[in-house]
């Protein structure tokens, strides 16, 4: 699909600009020759600087295993992981670029937060890359300048689908729904018989907008994006007025006092059984699980309301990485982001992150990621919210979920929480050339 093309230089000093390194890569960019093996050739070596906001010991643990495995591809490359904690990170990379001393490869923050880097000529161009084809147009989107120019490749992705407790669902002789109707009958089954259906809280806003992305698509339509993008389609339209009135439409299925409830609530009432449903991100199940290790949990993505349709769980790229225009080692560095795009490097990061690869055919023995993981290649929508409304100051993603939280406090209608989020829009927003 197209992506739209908007002038986000604003975003330069926006908070979403991403990662920084600690440190100056050009001090590391030297090649030097390892000591060769008896009988072989010795090997320049060539030391890579990779920076993230992924600081935590599972990852220096996932970058040992990268850098043998690429090594087999690429023996002269030696990786060093600079992480920066998630909290320092925009702040610290910000310093960095400016004062020349960023790493070769850099973690970027996807769509809005890429764009600014792009724009503010802090990246290189990777148009052309081998490998890039394995992803889709969607995927690609997120680390895209506003001239159209590819400067990161996807990372992993996260999802947005139905959670459901197998023991609840078994107890009151339940199945998967099928369409949107079947759903709200699961619902009703499950509230005639004393169990709250969803875990549920509109406190923090962001969980709004998450909730939005996964089942809006179902309502506004396959090919709402597109016309949106090229501003034939607002966001006051009939058809997205449509996605607001199907969230309101499932308050009697919530917690009491829903609005007083965040994701740790949340996240408590459907690990400790006291709901059957909840529509959640799969980062969410480490920590449900850690809750309660004996709960059996299911996935179903969101129904379609017509029987003929095509359920969807609602996916966006979380993170890419690109390669800082300063570098001095920028043809290592293509060379690493072109392991980036292999069923090898997929496989890697879906096993230890146990979050969906973008890349196409790779798989875990985790049943339930094994699962999120094959409806995010077959039946992913984009987050609506984080793909196009992550602009503008404050956001229109913002201005959506603090219209939500209106919503759900009575103080505005679905036509009301539309008017907002477009009058939000129309601050910024630039439709692309038709």
Partial sequence: MKTKKVSLAVLALATTVVVSACGNNNTNNSSSSAPAASGSAAVDKVKVSVTSWRAGDSEVELYKKIQEELNKVAPEIELEYKAVKATEYNTSLSVALKTDSAADIIHLR???GTTALADAN??????GLEGLSVFTADQLAAAQGSDGKQYGVPYMLSATQILYNKDIFEKNGLTVPKTWDEMIKVADKLKENKVTPFAFGSKE???LS?????IAPQFYGADFNEKFLKGEAKLNSPEFIKSIEAMNSLKPYFPNNFEGLGMEDIRTMFATGQTGMVIDG????ASIQALNPDIKIGMFPVPPVD???????????DGSFGINKNSKNK?????????MTTETYGSLILNS???PSPIPGVSTDDELVNEIAQYSATNAVPYFAVTYLNSGSPTTKSALENALQGMYLNALTPEGVAEEVQKSLDTWFKPVSK
């Fill in 110 to 112: 996807p769509y809005a």
């Fill in 122 to 127: 802090y990246l290189e161009p990777i148009d």
């Fill in 205 to 207: 806003g962001w969980v």
């Fill in 210 to 214: 998450l909730m939005h992305g996964a």
């Fill in 282 to 285: 799969h980062f969410e199940i």
């Fill in 307 to 317: 029987a003929n349709g095509k359920a969807s769980i609602s996916t966006w790229v």
């Fill in 331 to 339: 043809e290592a560095a293509k060379k690493v982001l072109q392991f």
């Fill in 353 to 355: 992150t146990k979050s």
